[in-house]
């Protein structure tokens, strides 16, 4: 073990701090490749100032795994103001150490195998309902529909409300979340302003539902009424205002990186029609009229390969802060305390000695004889790693492999000629246009 004063004599990772105040921020939010020129410069751990902090970045599966493996030890979860204040306290994404741990365990029991299972009947008739409209539609700009299908499915399993983004809670959330990550300046007319406003709303609309359930003795069957009824070891229960903060946090985790996911599924499959070809193929020999249940889903082994080549392509969420709490050593530099820390999914998965080729997009390099993310641990990370890593990700999961599924048996896409397919990729990625398609069943 390094002692304090061996670590305090360390140099600090190479890199630029930019302009006085800002930094490096404004490069930071404009420049899509600003991580890799640093990288090219000064290797895979540098350092920047961005979001007022000095801020070290620092790539790669081991990276990671020093992050992951040392959470409540040398570091804890950071999040800019604006997201900190939006989410609110209670917010299992802003909590940390002994009370974060408590609550996630409550929390976790809406994603067990048997809650997940009880989910997919929705899921599936809400895929259904949304595969009719897109038929009728015919041509349409498809990333806003997916948007407004994977809210009505996380605002109907958690606070079961039918139809959620054709309402005003679908206005209210999208204000909201337009300012999750924006100058935290609380004035009427601001971004944040009017997402604080939002927040406001949607709680007390949240109250409400929950209000009313527990009056009704609470018997739907669904994520809201398992976090009622939910207990730690101690007995105890989510206090009301708590229950309002942690279901918010859910319906953003639960709706926005899976858009995104979906989104870049469908437009990387339709790209590569001999993937769609083999997706096709799978399902017809296991049975096109086959029901969805978690055992048959497992079965899809090859549709479950183009969901991970997607998410390791484009994971919807490109790497996350931390705040140094304890000045360490990381590859022989000094990781200096009060500083932040940005972790990096994106460029991780896309590590040319783990992922030959890695711009190339290639389900086959995760069928079960190459596995290439098997060689490394924490070299495929697109739910985070750790104490913290992404609470619902069997539930997205699930989601998106009933969507693929049943979207690969009965219908086909094309592309629209004349978009901009480029990924804008803030808060999430989603291509430029919007995934302009021609959507129509398959006769």
């Known amino acids: 073990m390094t002692n304090k004063n061996t670590i305090n004599s360390l140099p600090l990772p190479p890199g630029d701090f930019g302009l006085p105040l800002i930094g490096e921020s404004l490069d930071f939010l404009r420049d899509p490749n600003f991580t890799k020129k640093r990288q090219e410069k ?10 007022g902090q ?19 030890k040398y570091f804890t979860n950071n999040w800019p103001k604006s997201t900190k204040e939006l989410l609110g306290a209670a917010s299992l994404s802003v909590q940390v150490g002994a009370e ?17 299972s009880s989910y997919i009947s929705t899921i599936e008739a809400n895929t259904y309902k949304y595969f009719e409209h897109w038929e009728n539609l015919g041509n349409f700009a498809w990333y806003p529909e997916i948007k407004n ?21 679908g206005d209210l959330y999208t204000t909201w979340v337009n300012g999750l990550f924006s100058l935290g300046i609380k004035l009427p007319w601001t971004t944040f302003g009017k997402a604080w406003e939002s927040r406001q709303l949607l709680l007390q609309k949240i109250e409400k539902i929950i209000q009313e359930r527990i009056s009704s003795n609470n018997s739907q069957a669904d994520a809201l009424g398992l976090l009622i009824q939910a207990e730690d070891e101690e007995g105890n229960r989510l206090s009301i205002e708590e229950l309002k903060d942690q279901i918010l946090t859910l319906i953003f985790a639960g ?7 979906i989104a870049c599924f469908c437009l990387l499959v339709v790209q590569h029609p001999q993937v769609l070809a083999s997706i096709r ?15 048959n889903l497992k079965q899809m082994t090859y549709l479950e390969q183009v969901l991970k080549e997607t998410l390791r392509l484009i994971p919807p969420v490109g790497g996350g802060f931390r705040k140094v709490t304890e000045t360490c050593e990381f590859n022989g530099y000094q990781i200096p305390q009060g500083w932040s820390l940005l972790y990096q999914i994106g460029y991780t998965h896309k590590d040319i000695n783990i992922y030959p080729q890695p711009e190339q997009f290639d389900p086959e390099r995760f069928n079960f004889a190459n596995a290439e993310e098997k060689s490394k641990a924490f070299s495929f990370v697109p739910f985070g790693g750790g104490l913290r890593e992404c609470i619902g990700k069997e539930f997205a999961k699930l989601e998106i492999k009933i969507f693929a599924a049943l979207l690969a048996r009965n219908y086909q896409w094309e592309l629209i000629p004349q978009q901009n397919l480029d990924l804008v990729m803030v808060p999430t990625p989603r291509p430029k246009d919007g995934l302009k398609v021609n959507f129509h069943r398959i006769h």
Not at 42 to 51: A, P, Q
Not at 281 to 295: D, K
């Open 42 to 51: 000064y290797g895979s751990v540098f350092k920047t100032h961005i979001f």
């Open 100 to 116: 974060h741990q408590k609550r996630r365990k409550i929390l976790s029991q809406a994603f067990q195998p048997r809650a997940l």
């Open 54 to 72: 000095p801020t070290i970045i620092a790539s790669g599966a081991d990276a990671n795994k020093y992050i992951f493996t040392n959470e409540n």
């Open 281 to 295: 193929q799978e399902q017809e020999e296991l049975g096109l009229n086959m029901p969805i249940t978690l055992e």
């Open 255 to 261: 709706h926005e990186t899976l858009t995104s996911a």
């Open 149 to 169: 299908y994977t809210l009505d499915i996380a605002c109907k399993l958690l606070v079961g409300t039918e139809s959620a983004s054709q309402t005003q809670l």
